[in-house]
């Protein structure tokens, strides 16, 4: 039995933002996975992946709940920044390595794009599992940002709108997987501003505003 923190409660958190001069609210919904065929799993069934091992690790959407914009103004993209902090030992305190990286969609990825997802509005989904990778513990943190889309009506820059910070911790004991479910929290400019340089480094052919 895996251990989770959240017992199969939901939380749903809104958040407001500003989008070209017009008010909107972002909706999170985050929850312990209780079913690969809700997630998505079933997909990869058959590629030598239990899909029944993402049961209990988070799952995270967030969408646009309300907005006073219409037509272009709803342009909006994700970007997520997934830290992991690697032990070799249960009871160390401190990680051996830590590696944020950019989360974006492996398409945009390879034409140099770093967004997760974009739409007219942008909604956005994620469902990590099995991301142990040989480790004993592993802490994944995802920062999860809503942000402009570039385009000439912002001087093609990506600004941070809003912001949340969610993730979970996993480990083998007694040949069984624990997981542990981190709390939703709202982040405000200073997280966006902590990955500013990493996105510059990783994407630099867009211009980053820093968050106030």
């Not at 989008?19 to 069934?45: C, D």
């Not at 990286?101 to 599992?129: K, N, Q, R, Y």
Request: net charge negative.
């Amino acid at each position: 039995m895996k251990l989770q923190e959240m017992e199969n409660e939901m939380t749903i958190e809104n958040v407001p933002f500003v989008l070209n001069h017009q008010p909107g609210i972002l909706e999170v919904e985050y929850e312990a996975n209780q079913s690969a065929a809700k997630s998505g799993f079933e997909l990869f069934a058959g590629n030598s992946f239990d899909v029944e091992m993402c049961i209990s690790y988070p799952t995270m959407r967030a969408r646009i709940k309300s907005y006073a914009g219409t037509g272009y103004a709803t342009a909006c993209a994700w970007i997520q920044i997934v830290t992991r902090r690697e032990f070799t030992a249960l009871d160390a305190i401190e990680p051996v390595n830590i590696e944020p990286s950019v989360d974006a969609h492996p398409t945009l990825a390879e034409l140099g794009i770093p967004f997760f997802a974009f739409g007219f509005p942008a909604e956005v989904f994620d469902a990590p599992c099995n991301n142990l990778n040989g480790l004993v513990k592993l802490e994944w943190v995802a920062d999860t940002f809503l942000v402009t889309l570039p385009s000439r009506v912002n001087d093609d820059t990506i600004s941070q709108l809003a912001g949340f910070r969610w993730g979970y911790s996993e480990y083998d004991l007694d040949g069984k997987r624990q997981v542990g479910i981190n709390p939703l929290v709202v982040t405000g400019p200073a997280a966006w501003n902590q990955h500013v340089a990493l996105l510059r480094n990783q994407f630099p052919q867009w211009r980053y505003d820093e968050a106030k």
